[in-house]
């Protein structure tokens, strides 16, 4: 067993057969083949701008003075500051369980020439391995002590929310408020606010049913607005941690090892450290895949035909297996059968 699976989280409506896709230009395909690598980008390049904005809704809602602050953020300025560092922490390859969509080759081959790529949730997690592997704690030497470092915190796979962003913003200011009044209310009349133990009743209860599911979880960059819903996406994410390096971080180099009796906690414990400030990440990180990882492609049945018998030509000679799109295909020169005249 590899002592990395831990760090790993899956979505429990993925198995390893689940076949997810990506559209992509043709050179970023070959790139893929040739190198044997997938690109992961940083949520902070992306064009959506709200990439990760999950985090400070979900801070919003617990960082009330009913139940606890200390979030970093207390402002406009700040709050986008926090939101930079998430993004800053995140990495992204974007996927979708939708092999067939016009919408999604029209947004994502706008020359006709790209190419849809098909691999699995299997493949995806042993490329998950393999950069944990590479960007682990267990990179660290004993001359990084006293030094700020990067580690990859956690990795993940799973299905993007789609809430419309603007209308969750205001349900979730307004019921912050209303927890705030309701401090207010037990600090004037010198009470103070019931605990779980004081309060046998459903109180509390009912206060983690009227939670937000889209930003309950610990998932962050998972949650996009509606507008993006025709994309069906499943996220590829990696997190990045930095703290600065001492002997004990060295120490639990030994967790990951699936044998060790704190084997168990290391992924909580990882969740632990805070998101990249003072480091400078590049745009990108590059994860080894294996030479099957891509199980076959697709062409934009859009493209010229002496592009397509090009790309077909040099995936052909690295033994690609090329599937059809029926997108934008004309149904009648499909008819094999036809009635009597």
Known sequence: MNGMEILIDID????????????????????????????FSRADTFQDQNEGIDRLLRQIQYGTRFRCGGMGWSDIESAKQAHFYTQKS?????????????????????????????????KLRKTLLNVLSKKSLMRLLEVDIGKRIVVCVGARISSVDYEPLHDLLYKVTRRAKAHDRLFDQYTRRNQKIPTIISNPSRFYARQAERKFKAINSNATCNLKDTSFEHEHEVRVVLKFGEEVCTASVLEQQQWIDPAHEYHSLL???????????????????????????????????????YKREFMENWFASQNVHIDESHCFGYIANAFTVFPEK
């Not at 414990?269 to 030479?291: I, Q, S």
């Open 12 to 39: 429990s409506n993925l198995n390893d057969n689940q076949p997810l896709y990506r559209i992509v230009d043709f050179f970023a395909a070959t790139d893929v083949i040739s190198t044997q690598k997938l690109r």
């Open 267 to 305: 992924k909580e414990h990882m969740k632990f450290w805070g998101l990249v400030r003072l480091t400078d990440l590049p745009n990108y990180e590059f994860a080894n895949c294996t030479n099957d990882f891509i199980e076959s492609i697709s062409i934009d049945p859009r493209c010229p035909k």
């Open 90 to 122: 995140h990495f992204i390859s974007c996927w979708t369980t939708n092999p067939e969509s016009v919408a999604m080759w029209s947004l994502y081959s706008p020359d006709h020439t790209s190419v849809r790529l098909k691999t699995s949730v299997g």
